[in-house]
């Protein structure tokens, strides 16, 4: 393939998530036996990729969030480790696919809207953006569905990371989305078109809480994985009631029934915590119930749990006053916004 980068850079941009209901069940081998079904929102934090030619036949990764950088020659980047593991292998999958395997000098930076572990899938967000920027830098013929599930290859198969598969796809169509993931790959992203007020008083009744503690993620899906594997069990159970929760909670939410979204989301938080032993610690319990006692519905924790961000259902006059409390106890919280444009891509005026 020839392209021309002379002078271009190329800036892309990913939504994080909040999953709302069915966080589970995207995991295989479950959705592969099952079938899975999620609903999330994607919120106002994202992932930021950035692209730039180089000409002095180097390759640099660097996380500008995070203050960590690596350069080295074309010559050697492709058979090297990196410590930015996820912008060298979107980096590789590129080259192999499309490029013939001849690497090319360019600068692929980054920042991240949301702490490392944060529970709001921002490293897939994160690699959604550097899979969009790098298609808009080479000018590929590449849709959403086929940006999801790159990203997702690259992610579990390329580089082994443990983890399921609806943060690529809602980091690729944005919105409110239920995704249904069946047997043999395939994937269904169903947009919900809420009625006038709905998605106001919804995102008006949401508030989240960073615990302050990165989660470790890779230990539950492991546990999970390994339950569900092993046949009839309380976690997969647990699974089948969040897949039913999904389907409740998608109802609820085209009703725009606020209070029978939180009934589903306490009785999904529930059924969670019998998926794998450390989604829940003493430290987010002791939030969960502060949170309760100051106006909140129901809560959970975002992603696989263990730590990273909790999100609650509160009426919206009483959110003020659980805000106040959690940050009181030492949380970081935090009101939403919800956002409805997956992933984009630009060129930056020169």
């Not at 569905?145 to 809602?170: F, K």
């Not at 609650?312 to 009101?335: C, H, K, N, S, T």
């Amino acid at each position: 393939m020839i392209f021309n980068t002379q002078n271009i850079r190329v800036r892309a941009r990913a939504p994080l998530r909040l999953g709302i209901a069915g966080g589970g069940t995207d995991l295989s081998p479950y959705c592969d036996k099952f079938g899975g079904a999620v609903l999330n929102v994607t919120i106002d934090r994202h992932a930021f990729a950035f692209l730039r030619p180089r000409t002095d036949g180097r390759v640099s990764f660097e996380a500008l969030d995070v203050g960590v950088e690596d350069l080295c020659g074309t010559d050697e980047v492709l058979d090297r480790p990196s410590p930015l593991v996820l912008h060298m292998g979107v980096y590789r999958r590129f080259v192999r696919d499309y490029l013939g395997g001849k690497p090319f000098a360019v600068s692929v930076a980054s920042t991240v809207d949301a702490p490392a572990g944060s529970g709001l899938g921002a490293s897939s967000a994160l690699v959604v953006a550097l899979v969009e920027a790098f298609r808009a830098y080479l000018d590929l013929p590449l849709g959403s569905y086929d940006i999801a599930h790159l990203a997702w290859d690259i992610e579990r198969n390329d580089l082994g990371l443990a983890g399921g598969r609806q943060d690529q796809y809602s980091a690729a169509f944005g919105g409110v989305n239920f995704i249904e993931f069946l047997s043999g790959d395939r994937t269904v992203v169903n947009p919900l078109r809420l009625r006038a007020g709905v998605c106001e008083e919804i995102e008006s009744s949401l508030a989240i809480c960073f615990t302050g503690q990165s989660r470790a993620s890779h230990d539950i899906i492991v546990q999970q994985r390994a339950a569900i594997s092993g046949g009839p069990s309380v976690a997969i159970d647990a699974m089948h009631q969040l897949k039913l929760d999904a389907i409740d909670m998608k109802s609820a939410m085209l009703r725009g029934d606020v209070v029978e979204m939180a009934t589903i989301l306490d009785r999904s938080w529930a059924a969670k915590k019998q998926t794998a032993s450390g989604v829940s610690n003493p430290l987010i319990d002791g939030l969960y119930d502060l949170a309760l006692a100051n106006g909140a519905l129901a809560g959970k924790v975002s992603g696989a749990g263990g730590g990273g961000f909790m999100m609650f259902m509160v009426p919206p006059e009483r959110r003020r006053q659980l805000i106040v409390a959690l940050e009181a106890r030492g949380g970081q919280a935090d009101v939403v916004a919800l956002t409805h444009t997956g992933v984009v891509s630009w060129v930056a005026p020169t």
